[in-house]
């Protein structure tokens, strides 16, 4: 087995990154402090063609290079947009028919593995503060609460990893590839 180059593997260009049809899913970050964990939201959220990104509240925004250093130009491909609050966007969103999904551990959550995307749905997943996680009026407000079923000891994962995860899942479950 031979590992592939950058050249073998296929990629399409910004430009046509830009027009092709996206995965009908939306990623909202609330409250992200770390500048490289927001650049790796972008490397993912290219890496499965996602609609768009909304930076929310303290989330520094590109062009950064610190966001630059771990989006590796993503920054230039998936469409993103500054909101100053969270809880509005989300309300927006809902009044355009996209169905909110909170990835957050509460109450009464459903686990990723348990949720399925509803066929010609679009859904926007909000990831929170590396902290306090999702604000609870934002949680509140969310269609569904999903959470990543977890057996160690440790309470959480980084949200790179949550949104990787979560993005992958709901990706494959949506039939894409």
């Not at 500048?35 to 930076?55: C, H, M, P, Q, W």
């Not at 100053?84 to 355009?96: G, N, R, Y």
């Not at 609460?145 to 899942?169: F, R, Y």
């Amino acid at each position: 087995m031979r590992k592939l180059k950058n050249n073998e593997l296929g990629r399409i260009t910004v430009d046509e990154f830009k027009s092709v049809e996206k995965t009908p899913i939306i990623v909202v970050l609330d409250n992200i402090r770390s500048l490289n964990n927001i650049g790796s939201v972008f490397r993912t959220s290219d890496a499965f063609l996602i609609e768009k990104i909304y930076l929310c509240g303290i989330c520094a925004t590109p062009p950064n290079k610190d966001i630059h250093k771990t989006a590796l130009g993503a920054t230039e491909s998936v469409a993103w947009e500054y909101v100053e609050d969270t809880l509005t966007l989300v309300e927006k969103l809902k009044a355009e028919n996209v169905k909110v999904l909170a990835i957050e551990q509460a109450e009464n959550s459903t686990k990723l593995n348990t949720f399925y995307p509803k066929e010609n749905e679009k859904y926007a997943i909000v990831m929170g503060n590396e902290v306090k996680g999702v604000q609870q009026e934002v949680v509140s407000a969310a269609d569904v609460c999903l959470e990543i079923p977890q057996l160690g000891t440790k309470h959480s994962l980084n949200i790179s990893v949550t949104t990787g995860v979560v993005l992958w899942d709901l990706f494959q479950k949506m039939n894409i590839l």
